[in-house]
């Protein structure tokens, strides 16, 4: 018995073609009324052929899809899992009460509409690749764009990576008011990543993106070129002025250069944050200044994105001190650290001191002119960041984990009211099940070679007397260091050095793979996955990687009978899709 599959092309006359799959040349004749498309079907075959037997289409694999309500056509790019699709579409941003939509409202009120920033929704998660990739220059090589990191409807869309995808969209929408009214907006979405698993990533989450622009100077194409440059440097100047004067709006700044604040209901001890910012502003090698501003200009538009950011998470800070979260002793801790994104420069990401580690909040810089030229605000300067709301409402709450953002159950729900920012309780906390997952990598020769000399290239190279220990294996801090996701890479952030992007991905499997399966899989009752072994076998020529899955339902006592049962199907998955030798 076996299976055959018939590809069906229907055309917008009605006329159709088709084609077996299998066996390339034949022609079937089939004449349903359908809808122009590609549909997929299969059948069973027992011997002898039954040419007359029914096609059974393929559901699943149906080659139409709707996505919150909109039709695509998937291609062979296709690689969105039902668990995915199944929390499209909650909006939980716009849920009342509910600690995502709380905090997206607590960030809109640091970035109001009153203060020029038009507070923006955007529901539906497809966009293009165009939208997510090209128009924010990413290269065509981006690691970003590949289908390990992303989910693709088909080669042109894709689930939006990034609220940045509605970046030009919201910067051409400013052009006609920057000089009026608005000069600014928020943006706030749902946004997907195949990514690592453990309590702060999701494959789903929600960002916040925030831009504001300036206006610098007017070409003035009638002058004659020494005209427009000394009138364009003129007004330039003044809207360094200007740009000065909004600067010293701030309620940071004027906290910080002993002024008193307007308006005076903000507590002064609200903005007690203490910010480390050891780098200067810009580098000329790793984070530069864009040809076409000056280093004033860049300097007092980075010193109002910091400050303006600064004051959000004060003001998130306060709220949790104030509800017993987090230690009123202290100042709040944050750090500025420079990074790169395709889409601005110089970029930072903006880190929090978070239950005894550094957590990382958001991506931001100085946006790059060819977007804003794009958007039709050449003579403008802009600044933009992107914040993840569960890191932020974690920290507002003191949530411990990022699957309990998409629980129904009302032990949950309930602790959350809009005006008042309590403690999280945990309603009980479930015992953990880990299970380790050790399996041989299938060989592949060029692979491996890569691989060896890599690990030897570390070793050589390495400062501490060496990396890999007996038989290749590296040592524990090593593991845990690729435990922790590259996750910007989707969104054009700081890529993986070399030797940590070999360790996730070799021989056809990456780690973002499993991850995907065991979500696939467990759903809900998986807390992490960590690498917790990985050697190479020199007398065999293959490489064996040992992970570790903790299960752990947020709502019940999972047994061992059901961890088993989930184990054993991410092996067989295991097993099926990537060939590996389960030890
Ligand atoms: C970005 O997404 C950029 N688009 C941000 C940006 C906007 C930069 C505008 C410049 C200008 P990044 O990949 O670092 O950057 O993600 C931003 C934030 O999203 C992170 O700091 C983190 O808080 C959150 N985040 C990222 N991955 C996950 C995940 N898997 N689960 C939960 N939160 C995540
Ligand atoms: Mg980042």
Same mark, same amino acid.
């Given at each position: 018995m076996s299976n055959r599959f018939l590809l069906l092309t229907v055309t917008r006359c009605q006329s159709t073609t088709t084609a077996d799959v299998d066996r390339v040349g034949s022609t079937w004749e089939l004449s349903p009324s359908r809808p122009p498309g590609l549909y997929l079907y299969e059948q069973t075959i027992q011997p002898p052929l039954d040419r007359n037997k029914e096609w059974q289409p393929l559901v699943d694999r149906d080659i139409n899809c709707a996505i919150d309500g909109k039709k695509y056509s998937k291609d062979q790019h296709y690689n969105i899992p039902k668990q995915i699709l199944s929390h499209v579409g909650r909006r939980l941003y716009l849920q009342p009460n509910h600690p995502l939509c709380l905090t997206r409202e607590l960030i809109e009120s640091a970035f109001r509409e009153g203060q020029g920033f038009n507070n923006c929704l955007e529901p539906h998660p497809v966009v293009t690749a165009k939208e997510n990739f090209d128009d924010l220059g990413f290269p065509a090589d981006h690691p970003g764009r590949s289908k390990t990191d992303t989910y693709y409807?088909?080669?042109?869309?894709?689930?939006?990576? #990034?609220?940045? !995808?509605h970046e030009l969209k919201l910067f051409r929408e400013l052009q006609h008011d920057l000089?009026?009214?608005?000069h600014g907006y928020t943006l706030c979405a749902d946004v997907f990543r195949r990514d690592s698993v453990d309590r702060?990533?999701?494959p789903i989450f929600h960002q916040m993106e925030g831009a504001r622009a300036w206006h610098l100077a007017t070409a003035h194409e009638v002058l004659s070129p020494s005209e427009r440059a000394s009138k364009a440097g003129f007004e330039r100047q003044r809207n360094l002025e200007a740009m000065k004067s909004d600067l010293q709006l701030l309620p940071m700044w004027r906290y910080r250069n002993g002024l008193s604040l307007?308006?005076?209901?903000? #507590?002064?001890? !609200?903005?007690d944050l203490k910010a480390e910012d050891p780098n200067?502003?810009?580098?000329?090698?790793t984070n530069p200044l864009q040809p076409s501003h000056t280093a004033e200009e860049v300097e007092l538009v980075a010193a109002h994105l910091k400050l303006s950011v600064e004051f959000l998470i004060a003001k998130v800070f306060r709220q949790a001190q104030n509800a017993g979260i987090i230690s009123a002793t202290e100042p709040p801790r944050v750090r500025w650290i420079p990074t790169y994104f395709p889409f601005t420069s110089p970029s930072w990401e903006l880190e929090v001191w978070w239950r005894d580690e550094w957590l990382e909040i958001l991506g931001c810089g100085i946006s790059k002119q060819e977007l804003l030229v794009a958007s039709g605000i050449s003579e403008s300067i802009a600044w933009a960041w992107g914040i993840g709301i569960e890191r932020l409402a974690m920290l507002l709450y003191g949530i411990p984990d990022i699957r309990l953002f998409w629980s129904k159950d009302l032990r949950f729900l309930g602790q959350f009211e809009k005006g008042k920012v309590t403690s999280f309780h945990e309603f009980s906390k479930y015992p953990a099940c880990y299970k380790d997952v050790a399996f041989w990598l299938p060989e592949d020769k060029n692979v491996n070679e890569t691989q060896q000399s890599e690990q030897q290239s570390e070793q050589q190279h390495s400062?501490?007397?060496?990396?890999?220990?007996?038989?290749?294996h590296l040592p524990s801090e090593a593991l845990s260091t690729f435990s922790v996701s590259s996750a910007a890479a989707p969104a054009g952030g700081h890529v993986s050095p070399p030797s940590e992007d070999a360790a996730k991905a070799f021989a056809g499997f990456h780690e973002n793979d499993l991850a995907e399966i065991v979500r696939d899989v467990a759903g809900p009752l998986v807390e992490s996955v960590t690498l917790v072994d990985d050697f190479y076998h020199e007398g065999k020529g293959r490489r064996s990687l040992c992970y570790r899955i903790n299960y752990r339902s947020l709502e019940r006592t999972l047994t061992n009978f059901e961890a088993n049962q989930m184990q054993e199907e991410v092996e067989a998955r295991l097993k099926e899709r990537f060939g590996v030798e389960i030890r």
């Open positions: 409807v088909n080669q042109d869309h894709v689930l939006r990576t #990034h609220t940045s !995808a000089s009026t009214g608005s702060s990533h999701y307007y308006p005076s209901t903000l #507590h002064q001890a !609200a903005l200067p502003t810009y580098d000329p090698a400062t501490t007397p060496a990396l890999a220990t007996e038989e290749g």
